[in-house]
């Protein structure tokens, strides 16, 4: 694994001074190392994304669709080996990493969809002045810095690089250094199907390269996926190049369940709002609301179910549930245990790591929790739920927007009427009524508060990349 970096339509060995170690989180043992992309390297693929630029912006919007087809379809070709390496690398069970792929692939198909639209979005615009005429452009921003975090490797950088080429951006991909590997596809794509060179770049790296690819003074725009204190020095470092930016940041997200419930839908819906990656997820629904009346009969059938759920080795075992993917978020979740034996909450399953080779957590329900809990108000990226108790609409309302986050909710209600009322109040970016959190590329991704700034997927991801331009001509 030397050639770990694309720089310039090339597999270079990494020239920084980090040794990167790939670990399978179900054993807790590496399984590949290779070398960190230097400070050079990041200013190389920088200086090749911006000689790339000027042409790339210039191919037909429909030579741009094919290319993304082209993504879309060499993720198939490669489907069952992108699966095994999430499984290996991530810990995922094997029906999450199939749905990841499925995720990657339709965004790149939905994107060459837009980018066959983009003639039609340059338009005349109708001026109320007499003497003048004017029209609008839609434009690249133009080279674009990528960061994306190691929870969801194959789909957040999907989101980041279908819309930015789409737009006629060109690309420099930094990936999570505790999932590099599979980031490394979308180079393997983009020769396959004969990307232009510098189009698209990858370098590899921790905290250093991050560092140097934020900062850098060749960005026209840096979006950034992953949690609040790195992005809010992604924001600093933004701020001194007076560039847009986009950031996908935590959550702290609430689940409503009101009394008129049916008992084993609302418990399939909230397990699978925390459990699903083991709860490494900024959407993770980890406050679960429910109401007095409904409360008693559901959370022993939650209590049940978390201990009902199959814990281990994906590709070894049928599980519903794998390991924290790095040993870093292991001893993360332990000390939330920890804090909730101190603070005296109340268990009613799991709380403990799992004594087993690898970074496994059991599933863990907590009760009756103080809302000015570190585990109620912190994001604690496991699979670890509070839960609380309400009376009315009005308090759940009040409580679940009583954070500092606002990524995500759910609604569980009989009453549609009384549910879509509530979503309308919850101040987050997206809300799911009697559903789990499907998501879907057509929808938009992002939240309000302290998590973030922007939006992805839809057209608002492919408006992230655009900047706008308008001419104004004298008739005269």
């Not at 026209?220 to 600093?236: I, P």
């Not at 959550?251 to 409503?256: D, L, R």
């Not at 979503?423 to 997206?430: I, P, R, S």
């Not at 789990?436 to 302290?450: D, H, N, R």
Request: hydrophobic share 45%; charged share 20%.
């Amino acid at each position: 694994m030397t050639t770990s970096h694309y720089i310039a339509g090339h597999w270079v060995e990494g020239q920084g001074s980090d040794c990167i170690s790939v670990n399978d989180p179900s054993l807790g043992l590496p399984f590949a190392e290779l070398m960190a992309a230097s400070v050079a390297q990041v200013d190389q693929a920088v200086a090749a994304a911006r000689q790339a630029l000027p042409a790339w912006k210039q191919v037909e919007p429909s030579a741009r669709a094919t290319y993304l087809r082209g993504f879309a379809e060499q993720l198939g070709q490669r489907r069952e080996a992108l699966i095994e390496l999430q499984m290996r690398n991530n810990g995922k069970p094997r029906h999450e990493a199939e749905i990841d792929l499925e995720d990657a692939l339709a965004t790149f198909s939905y994107y060459a969809d837009l980018a066959e639209q983009l003639p039609l979005q340059n338009r005349d615009v109708p001026l109320a002045a007499p003497g003048f005429s004017a029209r609008t452009r839609l434009e690249p921003v133009g080279v674009v810095g990528l960061i994306v975090p190691w929870n969801f490797p194959l789909v957040t950088s999907a989101w980041k690089i279908a819309p930015a080429l789409a737009a006629g951006c060109t690309v420099v991909l930094k990936p999570s250094e505790i999932t590099p590997l599979v980031e490394l596809a979308y180079g393997q794509i983009a020769e396959a199907i004969g990307l232009p060179v510098g189009v698209l770049n990858i370098v590899n790296g921790k905290a250093e390269v991050g560092a140097a690819l934020s900062n850098h003074a060749g960005l026209d725009k840096l979006s950034f996926t992953g949690s609040n204190s790195v992005g809010s020095q992604v924001m600093r470092s933004s701020a001194a190049h007076c560039r847009p930016v986009t950031l996908e940041l935590g959550g702290k997200s609430a689940i409503v369940v009101f009394d008129d419930c049916d008992v084993e839908q609302a418990v399939e819906w909230i397990v699978a709002g925390i459990t699903w990656n083991a709860g490494q997820m900024c959407s993770a629904t980890s406050r679960l609301l429910v109401q007095d009346g409904i409360a008693d009969a559901l959370l022993p059938r939650l209590q049940q179910a978390l201990q009902g759920l199959r814990v281990g080795n994906p590709l070894s075992e049928e599980v519903d549930m794998g390991p924290l993917t790095s040993q870093a978020q292991w001893l993360k979740v332990a000390g939330y245990f920890a804090t909730a034996r101190e603070e005296g909450l109340r268990c009613l399953a799991g709380g403990k790591t799992l004594e087993r080779d690898g970074w496994f957590v059991s599933p863990t329900l907590y009760t009756d929790v103080p809302n000015d809990s570190r585990l109620w108000t912190e994001e604690i990226f496991g699979p670890v739920l509070c839960a609380r108790r309400f009376a009315s609409e009005a308090q759940a309302i009040a409580e679940a927007n009583d954070s500092r986050f606002g990524l995500v909710a759910t609604v569980c209600s009989a009453d549609l009427m009384r549910a879509e009322r509530v979503a309308d109040a919850l101040e987050v970016g997206h809300v799911w009524i009697n559903s789990i959190q499907a998501v879907f590329v057509e929808t938009s991704w992002g939240g309000t508060k302290g998590s973030g700034i922007g939006r992805e997927l839809g057209p608002w991801g492919l408006a992230a990349y655009q900047s706008v331009k308008h001419v104004t001509r004298c008739l005269g």
